[in-house]
């Protein structure tokens, strides 16, 4: 008869590959939507219908992803009835694959919107998208690294960095909005990019609750509350 | 000794009791979501600031109720290790909660714009908002309905209203542009307009997902594709 310690053993390796399978999925996803932003933002830049028309089909893998890390989360669950901080974990896996779903759509719609925005007329603004996106992709880039290393540390000083995205998203919604009032034909692009500008700001919005439950999932404990500065809504004009 | 059939049925009625305690949070917060959105909206309509601020501040009752449905729910999975049908509901729960959260943000947000529209010119095409909050407040309705009856065959019918939004959405976006482009002045309060409607646009999205959720809860089958219908990001000129 084998030793019980042995049995045990075998029960808590298993138990960690499932894990382990579930984070490399939800890391997955991470670098998909990562390549998603930066492609969507690279397709509206060089005004590139065809790639942009790449990205929106290629978000169904996301989609698919997402459901593989639901169904994962629910084996582990029924099978290996896990306590305390391994359901926390699962728990908050299940909530990240459903975050990078909806960071995915965001994505998506970048890249839907730069088939529209080659169409129109290049407009200044659209120079502050490039460096907004590489501030997002990189908060979602730590954020996963901190998930996977279980680092609530490092989930921990992602909080404040969303503050970047948000002022990069004020100064661009301002300069936006003048563009607009000077010449009629301004308008249709530059609500296109006001969109992008948004969906990037949600991203990072997104990117930094992931953050937040990284931080929950390894501590049990939320985090203080974060600082929020999308002024635009607050603001009336725009100068 | 108390006979077995006794103790197992006494076990049933707790799990149930759980998951009615569960479902309980879970209609709160649609009831909340409803009430934010539809007082939002009035607050824009009527200009009213002080209203719109007392919006912003309700929203924290949201947040409190997601984290309340996500303990209940790692509580139920932790003692009663559930199976199949009812792991399935309780996965559900926990992501619906999330996504009420998220609705709430977007009934904030349509406040926090209601105090900026509100020192703006009124424009015409605002009168379509109260209308779009309407059926939006129905999706949610009904949505939920089928939730708390596990019924797929309602949360099924739910899939095409969603495109009554988007057709409001497409509607206004256009009328929203040729207002910026008759008059400088009408561009902010328009772009704010805009992203009300976008908001609401995004609440019908999330509350068909829901809905999407509650079939796949009761049945185990993900429904058939949706259609998509917001053009806007398909549509260059607003004519």
Chains 1, 2 share one sequence.
Do not use: W
Request: hydrophobic residues 45%; glycine residues 4%; negative net charge.
């Amino acid at each position: 008869m084998a030793p019980p310690s042995e049995f045990s053993g075998h029960t808590v390796k298993s138990f960690d590959d499932d894990i382990a399978q579930l984070r490399a999925v939800i890391t997955r996803m991470g670098g998909l939507c990562e390549t998603q932003i930066s492609d969507a933002v690279d397709a509206l830049v060089n005004r590139n219908v065809e790639a942009a028309r790449a990205i929106v089909e290629r978000d169904v893998r996301l989609d698919a992803l997402e459901a593989e890390a639901e169904a994962l989360a629910v084996r582990i669950i029924a099978l290996r009835a896990p306590m305390a901080d391994d359901l926390r974990e699962i728990v908050a896996a299940l909530k990240i694959a459903g975050v990078m779903e909806r960071i995915g759509d965001y994505a998506k719609n970048i890249a839907k919107r730069a088939s529209v925005v080659a169409q129109a007329q290049p407009i200044g603004p659209a120079v502050i998208i490039p460096e907004m996106a590489r501030v997002v992709i990189e908060i979602i880039h730590d954020t996963l690294d901190a998930f996977v290393d279980r680092d609530a540390a490092k989930a921990n000083a992602i909080l404040t960095r969303d503050q970047q995205v948000d002022e990069f998203y004020n100064s661009l919604f301002r300069s936006l909005l003048t563009f607009m009032m000077e010449n009629p034909h301004y308008i249709t692009p530059s609500t296109h990019l006001l969109f992008v500008a948004k969906n990037l700001e949600r991203i990072g919005d997104h990117a930094t609750s992931v953050a937040e439950m990284v931080h929950y999932s390894v501590t049990g404990q939320r985090p203080a509350e974060r600082p929020k500065s999308d002024l635009t809504s607050n603001i009336y004009s725009p100068e």
